[in-house]
C-alpha cells in the first residue's frame, strides 16, 4: 500500500522558514517523480516544485529563489525547503509521488502570519 506522510506544517512569521518533508512507504522511491502542491480553499491545487530521479527540478514563478525542493532516495523522503515566506504561501502543501499512477499525501497546513 502507497503512503505519503507530510510533516513540517505549521505556523510561520512573515519572512521566515520552514521545511516540509514527506515520507514514502510502499513504492521504489528513486523511480518515481516527487512533486509538491499547495492549495488555498475555493482554488484548484497548484504546482510549487517538483524534482525527477535524475535531480532536475522545476518550480512555479512565484517561489522560485525561495523555496528549494531536494529527495534523499535512501529513506525515501522529499523535502521542501521554503523561505522568505509571504502570507500568500499559505495553503494546506501536498507531497505527490508519480510514475504511471500518481500517489497523494493527507497534507500539511501552512500558515504565514504575524
Known amino acids: 500500500q502507497v503512503q505519503l506522510v507530510e510533516s513540517g506544517g505549521g505556523l510561520v512569521q512573515p519572512g521566515g522558514s520552514v521545511r516540509l518533508s514527506c515520507e514514502a512507504s510502499?513504492?521504489?522511491?528513486?523511480?518515481?517523480?516527487m512533486a509538491w502542491y499547495r492549495q488555498v480553499p475555493g482554488k484548484q491545487r497548484e504546482l510549487v516544485a517538483s524534482?525527477?530521479?535524475?535531480?532536475?527540478?522545476n518550480y512555479a514563478d512565484f517561489v522560485k529563489g525561495r523555496f528549494t525542493i531536494s529527495r534523499e532516495d535512501a529513506i525515501k523522503m522529499v523535502h521542501l525547503q521554503m523561505d522568505n515566506l509571504t502570507p500568500e504561501d499559505t495553503a494546506v502543501y501536498y507531497c505527490?509521488?508519480?510514475?504511471?499512477?500518481?500517489?497523494w499525501g493527507q497534507g500539511t497546513q501552512v500558515t504565514v502570519s504575524s
Open positions: 505527490n509521488a508519480k510514475f504511471g499512477l500518481s500517489h
Open positions: 510502499g513504492i521504489a522511491f528513486s523511480f518515481f517523480h
Open positions: 524534482i525527477t530521479p535524475a535531480w532536475d527540478t
